[in-house]
């Protein structure tokens, strides 16, 4: 069971740029697909980018591509989403989790809020 720690949300306003890091207890080098998932208020957790277990291959959905850009350190355990240009639309809980899932335990998840 891999347990997951993910930090570096906050407020923000539009137009700005938040890091948010994912540190995974045990190694992540064997794992496969990572992903983050995001949740806003009301609605159903989504996938919103992955990258395969060498980083080479990574897929977003429509509404953060060519905004966000997932990385991950394999050496450190530690999956990365760098993202820009911020939107309200943006604000949830992300979480970070394997792709597909596999059954570890979610997060407590970092809260972003992009506001003015």
């Known amino acids: 069971q891999v347990q997951l720690v993910e930090s570096g949300g906050g407020l923000v306003q539009p137009g700005g740029s938040l890091r948010l890091s994912c540190a995974a207890s045990?190694?992540?080098?064997?794992?496969?697909?990572m992903g983050w998932y995001r949740q806003a208020t009301g609605k159903q957790r989504e996938l919103v980018a992955r990258?395969?277990?060498?980083?080479?291959?990574?897929d977003y959905t429509d509404s953060v591509k060519g905004r966000f850009t997932i990385s991950r350190d394999n050496a450190k355990n530690t999956v990365f989403l760098q993202m820009n240009s911020l939107t309200p639309a943006d604000t949830a809980v992300y979480y970070c989790?394997?792709?597909?899932?596999?059954?570890?335990?979610w997060g407590q998840g970092t809260q972003v809020t992009v506001s003015s």
């Open positions: 990258i395969s277990s060498s980083g080479i291959v990574t």
């Open positions: 989790n394997s792709v597909p899932l596999r059954g570890w335990n």
């Open positions: 045990g190694s992540i080098a064997g794992i496969g697909t």
